[in-house]
């Protein structure tokens, strides 16, 4: 199990995002009526405090939708997820995440090596640290 330090709350890594694809989290986050707000209000901050650049400025490597990424929860566990819309979730593909779930949320924007941490509404600490990123070339 990892332990989670004052330094992991005491600030978020730097994220970014594409231009086109921030209108469209912010969109899919706003007409989500799946999820609960908290969740809702958890991507809408994230998407608030990226750095939006044009799409084609976006390293290869940032998570973002469609992206395959495998990353580590707080307990130590490892999984491996693609990022999608809430209307991709499901199917075929059981890995598939939502990107308004809070995992999903957390993930956006971020590079290999970067961890984020926050508290839910219960109380109860998550973090996720990013191991790996592929996105289609």
Do not use: C
């Amino acid at each position: 199990m990892t332990t989670l330090s004052l330094k992991d709350w005491s600030q978020s890594p730097d994220i970014m995002i594409g231009a086109r694809e921030h209108r469209r989290l912010t969109t899919a986050a706003l007409i989500d009526v799946e999820q609960d707000s908290d969740q809702v209000d958890f991507l809408l901050y994230e998407l608030d405090r990226a750095v939006i650049v044009e799409d084609t400025m976006l390293p290869a490597d940032i998570v973002r939708l469609g992206s395959v990424v495998r990353f580590r929860v707080a307990s130590g566990e490892e999984r491996t997820i693609k990022l999608v819309l809430p209307e991709q979730v499901g199917g075929r593909e059981a890995y598939r995440l939502s990107v308004t779930s809070k995992h999903g949320a957390a993930l956006l924007g971020l590079r290999p090596g970067q961890i984020i941490a926050w508290v839910d509404a219960s109380g109860a600490a998550h973090s996720v640290e990013v191991l790996k990123v592929a996105n289609a070339g």
